[in-house]
């Protein structure tokens, strides 16, 4: 439910052709809609963006980019920002990912979904990028503090619980705490080390496309990112 997508993998990757394809499409799957999101804001229709997006793909897989990688000198995140760039500036010479890979996607896109939220993205295409990746990396934090809950590791009502991780109004802590069946100092404990546990999932996850050592400046710059 939660691939591993560390440095480590895609450097593990090399070991083959069919595990290198099947590590990177695990790891395009994840991270696509920033891809997307930066391919709208610099001025690709939606046709074009998605082709973008499948083209870039496959144009990795193609070129075997994992060898070229080396987690000390940059980020994931700049890396594909980076790749991005130079697809669409040659955009005319590679004209679709559809003509290039015949008709097949490298991963399936829900683009409907992504242009419902490009309004809220800035128009600037790199700011939109980080953003849609911050929030892939929150969306994969918060996913995995849901099934702790879900597993019974942790206490409480987790539909309550997670409201209060969201922008909308979350209920009063006497509200939450009759729903989760605790006293409001219990509830409130409880929360505050849900908190500290998501905060753990959030560097848990930047340092899965980042330097571990690089992964505190990673999640603040993020951070800003969603703030911005």
């Given at each position: 439910?939660?691939?591993?997508?560390?440095?480590?993998?895609?450097?593990?990757?090399?070991?083959?052709?069919?595990?290198?394809?099947?590590?990177?499409?695990?790891?395009?799957?994840?991270?696509?809609?920033?891809?997307?999101?930066?391919?709208?804001?610099?001025?690709?229709?939606?046709?074009?963006?998605?082709?973008?997006v499948q083209g870039l793909f496959l144009?990795?897989?193609?070129?075997?980019?994992?060898?070229?990688?080396?987690?000390?000198?940059?980020?994931?995140?700049?890396?594909?920002?980076?790749?991005?760039?130079?697809?669409?500036?040659?955009?005319?010479?590679?004209?679709?990912?559809?003509?290039?890979?015949?008709?097949?996607?490298?991963?399936?896109?829900?683009?409907?979904?992504?242009?419902?939220?490009?309004?809220?993205?800035?128009?600037?295409?790199?700011?939109?990028?980080?953003?849609?990746?911050?929030?892939?990396?929150?969306?994969?934090?918060?996913?995995r503090l849901r099934s702790e809950y879900?597993?019974?590791?942790?206490?409480?009502?987790?539909?309550?619980?997670?409201?209060?991780?969201?922008?909308?109004?979350?209920?009063?802590?006497?509200?939450?705490?009759?729903?989760?069946?605790?006293?409001?100092?219990?509830?409130?404990?409880?929360?505050?080390?849900?908190?500290?546990?998501?905060?753990?999932?959030?560097?848990?996850?930047?340092?899965?496309?980042?330097?571990?050592?690089?992964?505190?400046?990673?999640?603040?710059?993020?951070?800003?990112?969603?703030?911005?």
């Amino acid at each position: 439910m939660f691939p591993t997508t560390r440095w480590t993998l895609v450097l593990a990757s090399q070991e083959g052709a069919e595990n290198r394809r099947a590590a990177l499409e695990q790891l395009f799957a994840i991270y696509w809609r920033p891809v997307y999101v930066c391919a709208r804001r610099k001025g690709l229709d939606p046709a074009r963006a998605e082709d973008a997006v499948q083209g870039l793909f496959l144009q990795l897989l193609e070129r075997d980019f994992p060898a070229r990688l080396d987690p000390a000198k940059g980020r994931l995140r700049g890396y594909l920002k980076a790749a991005l760039d130079h697809y669409v500036i040659n955009l005319h010479e590679k004209e679709s990912a559809l003509k290039r890979g015949g008709g097949q996607p490298v991963v399936p896109l829900e683009t409907l979904a992504a242009e419902r939220e490009l309004a809220a993205t800035p128009e600037a295409p790199e700011a939109a990028f980080d953003r849609e990746w911050a929030l892939t990396v929150m969306e994969r934090a918060l996913a995995r503090l849901r099934s702790e809950y879900e597993a019974g590791r942790r206490k409480g009502d987790v539909e309550t619980v997670l409201r209060f991780f969201r922008p909308d109004a979350a209920p009063s802590y006497a509200e939450a705490a009759a729903a989760c069946g605790m006293s409001v100092p219990q509830f409130k404990a409880s929360l505050h080390r849900a908190r500290a546990r998501f905060r753990e999932l959030l560097k848990e996850q930047v340092a899965d496309t980042t330097d571990g050592a690089d992964a505190d400046k990673e999640l603040e710059q993020l951070l800003q990112a969603l703030r911005s």
